[in-house]
């Protein structure tokens, strides 16, 4: 009798080795840099040729790794250095923004490159964000020129939504900030922005990312006041620039009048403690209470600090003629309501006896 156990089958045969299609070569960042300037060089000044190379060669070059490197060459003509600066001994181009013309067609021209080269490799969109990050906060290591080049472009790019104004987060860098180059910039980069849409549009931005009430900020504290940065912006030829942020402090103003008043009525502050503080918000700002009148007469009204026959009296005979029309086209509604009202009382009190 056999006692060795069967031997269980085994598959034997050929090994095949897989084909590998369109594998990108691997390159280092010298090594990847050199391949895109030379096929620059070989471009020349043509934006559109250049446009078609990049297309090109990311179907053979690593952009996903090397994104960095592709937009500093794309900017700067090399890889930039931190700070900002070229190293020496490093190839470089011309075919960049910093060496081309320093005029809005010009930028035009280059922002059609980047979006082109984005909408084909979408996964670029977070690289080339970051690129516009850091080159913001390396401002103070490029030329006057580079800046208002990189300013224009980046005006464009928010207007056509290439870039996300989130990106401006960077302007309220300290040391930028402190220097006066955040405001400059600031001033290149909202000509070309609004140049390419209008202010609002620019607003609907800002309010996206919560940057349209921080536009101050471009100024160091001791300069944050609206009429220092209505002056700067309206010198510069943005004067729509300055009325938006002019009226953003306005309602913000207002606001904080209303939660205020409020505050100090839930408070059961004495009444005369709550006049006192809107006569000083209107020694402060006259504009701002004239604005937001009716809302603290309705708050007072609400609050039975004040009845239907004094506010109808007013309305009648006791207005000043400062501000008479704002004041009485703001009550109208409110007033047409207390009348409606009392008259209703005095139809049902009639009606009960």
Known sequence: ????????????????????????????????????????????????????????????????????????????????????????????????????????????????????????????????????????????????????????????????????????????????????????????????????????????????VNMDNRLMELFPANKQSVEHFSKYFTEAGLKELSEYVRNQQSIGARKELQKELQEQMSRGDPFKDIIFYVKEEMKKNNIHFMKAFQKIVVLFYKAEVLSEEPILKWYKDAHLAKGKSVFLEQMKKFVEWLKNAEEESESEAEEGD
């Open 1 to 208: 009798m056999n006692n060795q156990k069967p031997q269980k089958p085994t598959l034997s045969g050929q090994r095949f080795k897989t084909r590998k299609r369109d594998e990108k070569e691997r390159f280092d960042p010298t090594q990847f840099q050199d391949c895109i300037i030379q096929g620059l060089s070989e471009t020349g000044t043509d934006l559109e040729a250049v446009a078609k190379f990049l297309d090109a060669s990311g179907a053979k070059l690593d952009y996903r790794r090397y994104a960095e490197t592709l937009f500093d060459i794309l900017v700067a003509g090399g890889m930039l250095a931190p700070g900002g600066t070229l190293a020496d001994d490093m190839t470089r181009t011309n075919v960049c923004v910093f060496a081309a013309q320093e005029d809005l067609e010009t930028m035009q021209a280059f922002a059609q490159v980047f979006n082109k080269l984005i909408r084909r490799y979408k996964y670029l969109e977070k690289g080339f964000e970051d690129e516009v990050k850091k080159l913001l906060l390396f401002l103070k290591g490029f030329s006057e020129s580079e800046r208002n080049k990189l300013a224009m472009l980046t005006g464009i790019l928010l207007a056509n939504g290439t870039l996300n104004a989130s990106i401006l987060n960077s302007l309220y860098n300290e040391n930028l900030v402190k220097e006066g180059v955040s405001a400059a910039f600031a001033v290149k980069l909202f000509k070309s922005w609004i140049n390419e849409k209008d202010i609002n549009a620019v607003a609907v931005s800002l309010r996206k």
